[in-house]
């Protein structure tokens, strides 16, 4: 069970592996969905699990990749956001983060370190984000940062992508 800030500093540190077999499932007419079990060691661990979701008709593909642990997010990735994101005007966060507005199309990575509290309010989605100056050129690319950044081995396969023009 993790019950601590320190407890979720250990996860993050430690090597995890997918465990099972991952697959995308629809969830709704628009988006597919992962969610899949993370392993240390040799041991599945309760509660902890890669999640995703996709667009599959929009391009650039946007979406987001989560690891969380019994449904509180721990960190999140945002791939080709479709809104803008407003940092919170905390006097605790460092200048040139406090209050900034991330614009969309832009990867952002809400980061532990930035919103380090344990267990999470209710709702607490990682209200602190910070832009990638990454070259991610796709949605694949930007899983295989995630699991890189999250430390995280295995793979995904690739979510379903049919893209539409838009009119």
Known sequence: MLTTPEDIDAVLAAEKRIAGR????????TTVRISVPLQIGD????????AGTASVHNAPQDGSLV??????VIERMS????????????????PELRGLTLPAFRHRYHAWMRNRRWPR??????AVAKLLDLDLANFAEAVQY???????????????????LKL
Not at 22 to 29: I, L, V, Y
Not at 43 to 50: D, T, W, Y
């Open 22 to 29: 991952p697959a995308w499932s629809k969830s709704r007419e």
């Open 43 to 50: 041991a599945i661990v309760g509660g902890l699990f890669l």
């Open 67 to 72: 690891l969380q642990y019994q449904g509180q």
């Open 79 to 94: 791939v080709f956001p479709t809104a803008p994101h407003a940092n919170p005007l905390d006097k605790r966060l460092t």
């Open 121 to 126: 309010p209710a709702g607490d989605n990682l």
């Open 146 to 164: 995630f699991m890189q950044r999250t430390r995280i081995g295995g793979s995904l396969p690739p979510p379903r992508h049919e893209p539409r």
